[in-house]
């Protein structure tokens, strides 16, 4: 038998996108979420991801596959972001796999570069058109993201929905892309 289990893919930043569904769903739920108000401390955003992915898993107990979006190195974000956010990012990693720890998930990370390369064909395209194409991508698959976070999330989804059912890979391939209207 296949394993197949329903996925949650987390895109962690101060707005987190997040995807939801089995491999098998056409249309995978979506959306993001703020922890807490810009300016908060790292403790409240924290504390808002704890809480926020407790009520989400026990809204959805189908739930068997958390997949994030690995934080970059410092060097690679090296003069794009500040100490802080490098803190945020590692911090949140954090916080889902404690929250998860010992509770019978499946949790997984994936590389930007990866999913880049699996959603949008290249993981060598700037972050701003790399969002673009992300967000275009997603619409061509027949999913309405509510902003550019929940399509990242989505893209990890389906890149972690694809490790599992390979026959899904082929949506996202250069080869069988259809044109929007």
Request: charged share 25%.
């Amino acid at each position: 038998m296949t394993y197949a289990p329903r996925i949650l893919a987390l895109d962690l930043a101060s707005r987190t996108g997040w995807a939801c569904g089995l491999p098998a769903d056409d249309r995978p739920r979506s959306g993001s979420v703020r922890f807490a108000r810009d300016g908060a401390s790292m403790a409240a955003v924290f504390s808002g991801c704890r809480r926020w992915l407790n009520d989400f898993l026990a809204a959805d107990a189908d739930i068997k596959l958390i997949v994030f979006e690995a934080p970059m190195t410092p060097q690679h974000m090296a003069g794009r972001t500040s100490a802080d956010i490098i803190r945020v990012l590692i911090g949140l990693c954090a916080v889902v796999e404690e929250a998860t720890y010992g509770c019978g998930y499946d949790v997984r990370e994936a590389r930007v570069a990866d999913v880049r390369a699996h959603f949008i064909g290249s993981n060598r395209i700037k972050r701003k058109e790399a969002k673009e194409l992300t967000v275009t991508a997603c619409y061509r698959l027949g999913w309405a993201p509510c902003d550019d976070n929940a399509a990242d999330a989505l893209a990890l989804w389906h890149y972690q929905a694809s490790l599992l059912e390979p026959r899904l890979a082929v949506q996202s391939s250069p080869l069988f892309r259809r044109r929007i209207a």
